[in-house]
């Protein structure tokens, strides 16, 4: 890809977005720098795609280089490691942004890498690794559908802010991450000191207006040098296979969707997941069908059916109405010698809360690209195999879990 700068101006604030200097090996790789702090972002697709899979195999990671700041790490052990919570979490913030705008079908597995090489300690590096993030898939070959951008809105004597530096950040009631495309938001994050909801509002409102410029640069920059989009790989699903599907099951499916019961639910789903595995795939026979195109019809199948029953009948998958919760318990004091205990039960959702209390020695210490500081509050949250029914791997929490605590 041949060498190419543009530059976003946000309220006076520069962000400069640079491609074929650094990665060029990489589907889709984009340099941005916003004042001394700079981002780099790359795209990669598998070369083949594995055929069993009916889901989009995407992977995120950012991270952030102590040497962005002239800094090592402070133990013995001097290379980075495992991520911290504060970089999982951004991850998530690009992942979650990113997934819903590639092409359905598209099985491919994808990659996409952000590091912090350089900060000035100004501008926050979070939202600008989404915008570059975005810029990387727009300008490869991967079916992104349309270009994304973020902001971070602040709010400080009365004045909204867009991306504000870090001193001003610590004076600010609000810190409001948005993310989204030119025609909605697709995320927020954040938190607010006793804002109103109109205030909330309108926040989300300036921040739209500087997402839209962000998206617009970004997708006229795609149409001057971005690669042609790889469609040949993505997988359609046929009207015929949908149709089979739904002459096999969508009877028994129609009363598995009201079964209250969470187990006896499940039962139904397997006895019909069976059915499908006798009409479709008879032993010594040939298939007409790929599997993972009978799973992923049977699951549009069974959103399809759902959604019908909320909007047509006001019911939900256990026939619920929409103004009805589950079953709501509380109990507290149930362990001895714990600090305190509650166990809170929603229907068949439970959750074990256990609280310690600790003297300020005590606090959950990190280091980052801010420097070294202490945690006086955090939740540690677990989701093990059990709770699902399941088995699986126990171990180190996931990301999921670090993202939830």
């Known amino acids: 890809m041949q060498r190419k700068t543009i530059q976003v101006s946000l309220d006076g604030k520069e962000i400069i977005f640079e491609t074929g200097k650094i990665a060029k090996q990489a589907n889709g790789s984009v340099f941005l720098h916003c004042g001394e702090t700079s981002v780099l972002a790359t795209a990669c697709a598998a070369q083949t795609v594995n055929e069993e899979i009916d889901f989009f195999p995407l992977r995120v990671d950012y991270q952030e280089k102590l040497s962005s700041v002239g800094k090592t790490l ?5 290379r980075e490691g495992k991520p911290s919570t504060h970089e999982i979490l951004v991850s998530r913030f690009i992942d979650r942004t990113l997934r819903p705008l590639f092409e359905d079908g598209y099985y491919t597995e994808v990659q ?3 590091y912090v090489y350089s900060y000035d300690g100004v501008n926050i590096p979070d939202v600008l690794s989404i915008c570059a ?3 990387a898939l727009a300008l490869s070959d991967i079916p992104l559908i ?3 951008g973020a902001v971070r809105v602040g709010y400080i004597d009365g004045k909204f802010i867009v991306n504000p530096s870090n001193d001003e950040k610590k004076l600010s009631k609000l810190d409001l991450i948005l993310a ?8 927020i994050e954040g938190y607010c000191d006793f804002l109103t909801e109109e205030q909330i509002l309108e926040a989300i409102e300036y921040g739209h207006k500087y997402i839209k410029k962000i998206c617009h640069a970004i997708h006229e920059w795609q149409k001057e040098i971005g690669k042609p989009k790889n469609l040949k790989d993505i997988h359609h699903l046929s009207k015929e296979v949908q149709e089979d599907v739904s ?5 028994l499916l129609e009363k598995a969707l009201l079964i209250a019961n969470k187990k006896e639910r499940s039962d139904a789903f397997g006895s019909m997941q069976k059915i499908l595995q006798e009409v479709f795939f008879p032993k010594g026979q040939e298939p007409k069908y790929l599997k993972k195109d009978v799973q992923f019809a049977f699951k549009k199948l069974s959103s399809d059916l759902m959604r019908k029953k909320i909007l047509d009948e006001n019911l939900r998958i256990d026939g619920r109405k929409m103004n009805e919760i589950r079953p709501i318990d509380i109990e507290v004091g149930l362990l001895g010698r714990t600090h305190g205990s509650a166990l809170f039960t ?3 959702t439970q959750a074990l809360a256990v609280c310690t209390l600790g003297g300020e020695t005590m606090g959950q210490r990190f280091e980052n690209l801010h420097g070294e500081g202490t945690q006086r509050f955090y939740l540690q949250y ?3 195999p059990f709770s699902v029914g399941e088995v699986g791997r126990s171990g180190f929490p996931g990301r999921r879990e670090i993202g939830h605590g």
């Open 74 to 78: 402070g133990g013995f052990i001097k």
């Open 112 to 114: 996409v890498l952000a």
């Open 133 to 135: 993030a975005s810029a």
């Open 146 to 148: 349309k270009p994304i």
């Open 180 to 187: 989204g495309t030119e025609d909605a938001i697709l995320m």
């Open 247 to 251: 002459k096999s099951v969508s009877h």
């Open 346 to 348: 929603r229907g068949e």
């Open 382 to 384: 677990h989701f093990p």
